[in-house]
């Protein structure tokens, strides 16, 4: 069969091919230290898995309408309006099949043939590609200390510039953008009618910082935002596929002609645990955030004592990422290789910085257990000096 020129183009996640690998030698009994999750290792909470027990029961388990159930989109105006300061209606959210969906049909929705979309570097490994789907063309955008230099941006734009996307807390780096820095970008948005795709799915997994959105700033620069967000990250639900979009009614309506014709609705079931999930006690979001907080500094100073690497200190997120460049010898060409040795000859797996458009790094997960991290870190260490001497 001859493959369409639009499937060969597309570049398969590096992400993805790297945690399968992990995977297979943890079946083969491989004592595997996986630093590659871009998940979090705690169980769904126990209420969540019980209000989609009674959906299930109650027979809620038919069709819904496309763009989500009332009572969850309800929720999340309500979420949006209590925590994010951002006024919405029903009809101005989609729920999705996990925020990688949201982003998806909100792309294809804003982006034409030759469209210039900004994409800050370093970038989570999907927008590209779905940009290259929609027949628009990345422009990549060189940041500093892993944030948007408002006047680099300005100079970026162009007269086919559409899009932007901004990503805080952000993955890869779990940088997370201050007030003042947002008000700057939105700014420059406004004055260049310049859209904006905001993805918020680590919102709640912030340390030091304080998360703000920047359709908050200003009713203009609102109408110019789609945010994206879900359940995945915050509530430990990455399985359970909800997602979901907030922007003006007209772009809302267009991704759900969109979703229409790709899945239809999300899980009816999984829709419930969303809804119990941001509606009932919220407890074990702060627990689960404590214990991240814990993690990251323990990898910070486990990190510290390694020579000739240097991670950047994460505000957000549940990642590391980690300059090794200085390690590229003896056969290592770049993350990629490092990343296959790391994994070959320490058992550690982590995830190339190549995947997220900076070969100089490598992205390491501490969403797992300390003792997991303190194993990891040993190897690490001992990998390092090994190929540094």
């Given at each position: 069969?001859?493959?369409?020129?639009?499937?060969?183009?597309?570049?398969?996640?590096?992400?993805?091919?790297?945690?399968?690998?992990?995977?297979?030698?943890?079946?083969?009994?491989?004592?595997?230290?996986?630093?590659?999750?871009?998940?979090?290792?705690?169980?769904?909470?126990?209420?969540?898995?019980?209000?989609?027990?009674?959906?299930?029961?109650?027979?809620?388990?038919?069709?819904?309408?496309?763009?989500?159930?009332?009572?969850?989109?309800?929720?999340?105006?309500?979420?949006?309006?209590?925590?994010?300061?951002?006024?919405?209606?029903?009809?101005?959210?989609?729920?999705?099949?996990?925020?990688?969906q949201a982003l998806f049909n909100i792309?294809?929705?804003?982006?034409?043939?030759?469209?210039?979309?900004?994409?800050?570097?370093?970038?989570?490994?999907?927008?590209?590609?779905?940009?290259?789907?929609?027949q628009g063309k990345p422009v990549f955008?060189?940041?500093?200390?892993?944030?948007?230099?408002?006047?680099?941006?300005?100079?970026?734009?162009?007269?086919?510039?559409?899009?932007?996307?901004?990503?805080?807390?952000?993955?890869?780096?779990?940088?997370?953008?201050?007030?003042?820095?947002?008000?700057?970008?939105?700014?420059?948005?406004?004055?260049?009618?310049?859209?904006?795709?905001?993805?918020?799915?680590?919102?709640?997994?912030?340390?030091?910082?304080?998360?703000?959105?920047?359709?908050?700033?200003s009713e203009k620069i609102k109408n110019?935002?789609?945010?994206?967000?879900?359940?995945?990250?915050?509530?430990?639900?990455?399985?359970?596929?909800?997602?979901?979009?907030?922007?003006?009614?007209?772009?809302?309506?267009?991704?759900?002609?969109?979703?229409?014709?790709?899945?239809?609705?999300?899980?009816?079931?999984?829709?419930?645990?969303?809804?119990?999930?941001?509606?009932?006690?919220?407890?074990?979001?702060?627990?689960?955030?404590?214990?991240?907080?814990?993690?990251?500094?323990?990898?910070?100073?486990?990190?510290?004592?390694?020579?000739?690497?240097?991670?950047?200190?994460?505000?957000?997120?549940?990642?590391?990422?980690?300059?090794?460049?200085?390690?590229?010898?003896?056969?290592?060409?770049?993350?990629?290789?490092?990343?296959?040795?790391?994994?070959?000859?320490?058992?550690?797996?982590?995830?190339?910085?190549?995947?997220?458009?900076?070969?100089?790094?490598?992205?390491?997960?501490?969403?797992?257990?300390?003792?997991?991290?303190?194993?990891?870190?040993?190897?690490?260490?001992?990998?390092?000096?090994?190929?540094?001497?």
């Amino acid at each position: 069969m001859k493959i369409s020129t639009l499937a060969k183009n597309i570049a398969p996640s590096v992400t993805l091919s790297i945690t399968a690998k992990a995977k297979e030698m943890k079946k083969q009994g491989v004592d595997v230290v996986s630093f590659a999750a871009g998940e979090p290792d705690f169980d769904t909470p126990l209420f969540i898995k019980e209000a989609a027990k009674k959906a299930i029961d109650e027979g809620f388990t038919k069709y819904t309408a496309t763009s989500g159930i009332l009572e969850l989109k309800e929720a999340i105006v309500k979420k949006l309006f209590e925590e994010n300061n951002l006024k919405y209606t029903p009809k101005e959210i989609l729920v999705t099949n996990g925020a990688k969906q949201a982003l998806f049909n909100i792309i294809m929705t804003l982006v034409d043939k030759d469209d210039e979309v900004i994409v800050p570097v370093p970038y989570w490994v999907s927008y590209v590609e779905m940009i290259k789907m929609a027949q628009g063309k990345p422009v990549f955008l060189k940041t500093k200390d892993f944030i948007i230099d408002s006047d680099l941006l300005e100079k970026t734009i162009t007269k086919k510039t559409k899009l932007l996307i901004l990503n805080s807390p952000n993955n890869p780096t779990g940088a997370v953008y201050d007030e003042k820095i947002l008000e700057k970008i939105a700014k420059i948005c406004v004055k260049h009618n310049l859209l904006v795709i905001s993805d918020e799915i680590y919102e709640k997994l912030v340390y030091d910082k304080k998360h703000v959105s920047i359709a908050s700033l200003s009713e203009k620069i609102k109408n110019l935002t789609v945010v994206i967000n879900g359940v995945s990250k915050t509530y430990a639900m990455t399985g359970w596929r909800i997602g979901y979009a907030a922007g003006p009614e007209e772009v809302i309506k267009a991704a759900t002609k969109i979703q229409d014709h790709s899945t239809s609705n999300p899980s009816s079931i999984s829709q419930k645990a969303a809804l119990a999930a941001l509606t009932l006690e919220q407890s074990t979001v702060a627990k689960m955030v404590l214990e991240y907080k814990k993690r990251r500094d323990f990898m910070m100073s486990g990190l510290s004592l390694i020579k000739n690497i240097y991670p950047f200190y994460p505000h957000g997120a549940f990642y590391v990422f980690v300059n090794v460049k200085k390690l590229y010898q003896k056969g290592i060409k770049n993350s990629v290789d490092f990343c296959q040795r790391l994994l070959d000859e320490a058992y550690v797996a982590a995830i190339p910085g190549v995947a997220f458009g900076d070969d100089s790094y490598i992205r390491l997960s501490f969403a797992t257990d300390i003792q997991s991290i303190k194993k990891g870190l040993e190897r690490l260490k001992n990998f390092c000096e090994r190929i540094g001497n």
